[in-house]
C-alpha cells in the first residue's frame, strides 16, 4: 500500500504552466502504475493520464495530449504532471492514484486504482 499526496495545484492565467507533484509513502511505489485524474464539482471524475511502473510508457486524454506530460522519479517516489498552455476548462481538483502494475497497456478507469490522495485545486482564469 502507498500513501499520497498531492501538490503545485493554485491559480493560474490562461496559458500559464503548472507542474503538480504527487508524493508516495510506501516501500513499494515502483511497483505501481500511477495516474491523474481531474474533477469538476457536480462532473465525474475524468481521466488525464497515467504512467507505468518505470516510466517508460505513458498515456493521455485526448484533451490534453501535446499539452501535459506525466513523468515519475522513482528514487523520490513521486510522480509529476507537468501541465503547459492550460486552459479555463483545466481548472478541475486534480488527484493522483496509483495501483500495483499488473502490465496492462494504460489503466484509464479510475476504478483501476485502488489508492487516492485528497486532491489539489487548479484553477485556470481566462
Known amino acids: 500500500q502507498v500513501h499520497l499526496i498531492e501538490s503545485g495545484g493554485g491559480l493560474v492565467q490562461a496559458g500559464d504552466s503548472l507542474r503538480l507533484s504527487c508524493a508516495a509513502a510506501g516501500r513499494t511505489f515502483s511497483s505501481y502504475a500511477m495516474g491523474w485524474f481531474r474533477q469538476v464539482r457536480g462532473k465525474e471524475r475524468e481521466f488525464v493520464a497515467t504512467?507505468?511502473?518505470?516510466?517508460?510508457?505513458?498515456y493521455y486524454a485526448d484533451s490534453v495530449k501535446g499539452r501535459f506530460a506525466i513523468s515519475r522519479d522513482n528514487t523520490k517516489n513521486t510522480v509529476y504532471l507537468q501541465m503547459n498552455s492550460l486552459k479555463p476548462e483545466d481548472t478541475a481538483v486534480y488527484f493522483c492514484?496509483?495501483?500495483?502494475?499488473?502490465?496492462?497497456?494504460?489503466?484509464?478507469?479510475?476504478?483501476?486504482?485502488?489508492?487516492w490522495g485528497q486532491g489539489t485545486q487548479v484553477t485556470v482564469s481566462s
Open positions: 492514484a496509483a495501483k500495483p502494475d499488473l502490465g496492462s497497456y494504460a489503466y484509464t478507469r479510475d476504478y483501476d486504482y485502488d489508492t
Open positions: 504512467i507505468n511502473w518505470s516510466g517508460g510508457r505513458t
